[in-house]
């Protein structure tokens, strides 16, 4: 079993940042990958990162590519998600996630919301225009 609690949404204008955190416990934190996903209003879930359960690979969808950074510290079992240049589209509750099922690669990147087998209950990010 593994428990997850995200913190660190709230409300800021567009073109500033946040910084989301997601606290595991349970399993050992390094032995599974990690991914962050949104889901807006009235929109399915959409993946939005994931990094590797050592860490040394990661993978950001396109919509946020150059502006979200996913990273894990392994010592604090902690994910991060470092928000910049906000958009008003980036509104909606964000969920970390962890994909503990054997038979993944350090490098397989998992996109879809089902090879994630535990969610936390999600933070609420709103920008502002």
């Known amino acids: 079993q593994v428990q997850l609690v995200e913190s660190g949404g709230g409300l800021v204008q567009a073109g500033g940042s946040l910084r989301l955190s997601c606290a595991a416990s349970?399993?050992?934190?390094?032995?599974?990958?990690m991914g962050w996903f949104r889901q807006a209003p009235g929109k399915e879930r959409e993946f939005v990162a994931t990094i590797s359960k050592s860490g040394s690979s990661r993978y950001h969808a396109d919509s946020v590519r150059g502006r979200f950074t996913i990273s894990r510290d392994n010592a604090k079992n902690t994910v991060y998600l470092q928000m910049n240049a906000l958009k008003t589209e980036d509104t909606g509750v964000y969920y970390c996630?962890?994909?503990?099922?054997?038979?993944?690669?350090?490098?397989?990147?998992?996109?879809?919301?089902?090879?994630?087998?535990?969610w936390g209950q999600g933070t609420q990010v709103t920008v502002s225009s």
């Open positions: 349970g399993r050992t934190f390094s032995s599974y990958a």
């Open positions: 996630s962890a994909r503990t099922r054997p038979g993944y690669s350090e490098s397989s990147h998992s996109t879809g919301a089902d090879d994630y087998n535990y």
